[in-house]
């Protein structure tokens, strides 16, 4: 999750200031997080809790509440300080941001014994979507970022069936897999380029316009880093495109101790509290 998290708060600069390329100042002084950590953060939250339902609901209501100006969208910045708890038909990109933490709940022992896929981690990203973004667009984000997570966490870490081999020594071909995977079971286009995409793209607060493109950033990436440059050169919804590109990327490339220090850095303490709890919550697993 603390790849969602980087890309918000590099990105954070960049949402209603668009630039068009890769070279530029990795974290500024002016840089921020956004309702994509808070409410990452709070989806982390929420499984510690127990992942139902009402946890969903009361976490996001929650640190909601304790960031009002965190920059939410309209229909979710109303629905946080109301008392009504059914979803709205959402299909923005915010199922997307903050489905994170629910890819890293996907057992990759078990797929790798059984070749089946692990229902409960998939399971909380369905319903971290739900709560608010039922809209089956909202919910195919959520689900297909949570599946790049799981799938980068497989092939990159090495994890292999019964009658397979490890491919984390080739990530092309571990990106291969990633790619037809998602292109096959969610049907997005990830045969188009940065530079084919990058100079016609514009805001777009919908997963149908920013999930594709965060997961074809990651795709042309080297690094962790990469991916997020990759990312915020696209212009957009700069922080939420960095921010799942960020989550996938995490998976397969992991993150540098200083980015991760220079991002905890960015957070207060309610927000570092979640991250040590949620360290602590993954370490058995």
């Given at each position: 999750m603390l790849g969602a998290i980087i890309g918000d708060i590099v990105g954070s600069v960049y949402e209603w200031n668009n630039i068009k390329t890769k070279d530029f100042p990795l974290f500024r002084d002016d840089c921020f997080f956004t309702d994509d950590t808070v409410?990452?953060?709070a989806v982390a939250d929420a499984i510690m809790n127990g992942g139902e339902r009402d946890d969903f609901i009361d976490s996001?209501?929650?640190?909601?509440?304790?960031?009002?100006?965190?920059?939410?969208?309209?229909?979710?910045?109303?629905?946080?300080?109301?008392e009504n708890r059914e979803p709205y038909n959402s299909f923005g990109n915010g199922s997307a941001m903050r489905v994170s933490p629910c890819g890293w709940m996907m057992d990759c022992d078990f797929t790798a014994r059984t070749g089946l896929w692990p229902s409960k981690g998939r399971a909380y990203a369905r319903r971290s979507a739900e709560v608010t973004h039922d809209h089956p667009e909202g919910i195919k984000g959520a689900m297909a970022t949570a599946d790049a997570i799981f799938l980068c966490r497989y092939f990159f870490g090495g994890f292999c069936g019964e009658f397979d081999v490890p491919i984390n020594n080739d990530p092309a071909k571990c990106k291969k897999r990633v790619k037809n995977y998602i292109e096959k079971k969610y049907g997005y286009d990830l045969t188009r380029t940065l530079d084919e995409i990058r100079p016609t793209y514009q805001f777009n607060e919908t997963c149908q316009r920013t999930v594709p493109e965060a997961i074809i950033a990651f795709l042309e990436s080297t690094d962790f880093e990469d991916a997020i440059r990759n990312a915020i050169s696209l212009g957009?919804?700069?922080d939420t495109l960095a921010a799942i590109t960020g989550s996938i990327a995490e998976a397969a490339y992991g993150i540098p101790d200083w980015m991760k220090d220079k991002a905890i850095s960015y957070l207060d303490e309610p927000l570092r509290d979640v991250l040590r709890r949620w360290e602590q919550f993954c370490a058995p697993r």
């Open positions: 409410m990452t953060c996001m209501k929650k640190y909601g509440r304790m960031y009002p100006c965190a920059g939410y969208g309209g229909r979710f910045g109303v629905w946080i300080f109301s957009g919804d700069s």
